[in-house]
T-cell receptor, first 115, second 117 residues
């Protein structure tokens, strides 16, 4: 039973480029969450999605950031026109719908470095 | 708003000694509390959670946590520390919107646990 998968594990981009981070939830999980961890800091919530719906995007920056979780395929976190301040570890988590949804299981993260 | 606080940035313990990592919370309604551990360059691993029931919750790797409502605390404990327990530990609380059983988790700032041989 594979856990939460994220790719790539490491991503290097130059300022102004686009970054696409992918997350495949655990089998049977329909809820996906994205968090960002800046160096030496805790995790900050960004967005919560269910299939084809954004449920809570209160932690998403207003510009350049977007997320989707299509009916088929992984969830995508997209950062347009990256800046150095976007350098961080981005973690995806998933949970099942219904009972047990309070526990989230995390992927290994994507470490984004913006040059 | 829900929040958790971890008052210690770092905790140092000798191997074999008991360890405690502190966490206090502030919630409206019933708290859903968690502990996660993060090893270097890895994702977070779930250790344990308190939803309801017994105040002493047992989790992975011999860890346990005690929910104390009067002190609004949820300290993580282990009777005998191992060098391999050295990692970054996060206390967390689940946001509790009325409309969903699933919602975002709010993390504390983390406590770095260092176990010396």
């Amino acid at each position: 039973n594979a856990g939460v998968m994220q790719n790539p594990r490491h991503l290097v981009r130059r300022r102004g480029q686009e970054a696409r981070l992918r997350c495949s939830p655990m089998k049977g999980h329909s809820h996906v969450y994205w968090y960002r961890q800046l160096p030496e800091e805790g995790l900050k919530f960004m967005v919560y999605l269910q299939k084809e719906n954004i449920i809570d995007e209160s932690g998403m920056p207003k510009e350049r950031f977007s997320a989707e979780f299509p009916k088929e395929g992984p969830s995508i976190l997209r950062i347009q026109q990256v800046v150095r301040g976007d350098s961080a570890a981005y973690f995806c988590a998933s949970s099942p719908g219904g009972p047990g949804s309070e526990t989230q299981y995390f992927g290994p993260g994507t470490r984004l470095l913006v040059l | 708003a829900q929040s958790v606080a971890q008052p210690e940035d770092q905790v140092n313990v000798a191997e074999g000694n008991p360890l405690t990592v502190k966490c206090t919370y502030s919630v409206s309604g019933n708290p859903y509390l968690f502990w996660y551990v993060q090893y270097p360059n890895r994702g977070l691993q779930f250790l344990l959670k308190y939803i309801t029931g017994d105040n002493l919750v047992k989790g992975s790797y011999g860890f346990e946590a005690e929910f104390n409502k009067s002190q609004t605390s949820f300290h993580l404990k282990k009777p005998s520390a191992l060098v391999s327990d050295s990692a970054l530990y996060f206390c967390a609380v689940r946001d509790t919107p009325y409309y969903s059983s699933a919602s975002k988790i709010i993390f504390g700032s983390g406590t770095r646990l260092s176990i010396r041989p």
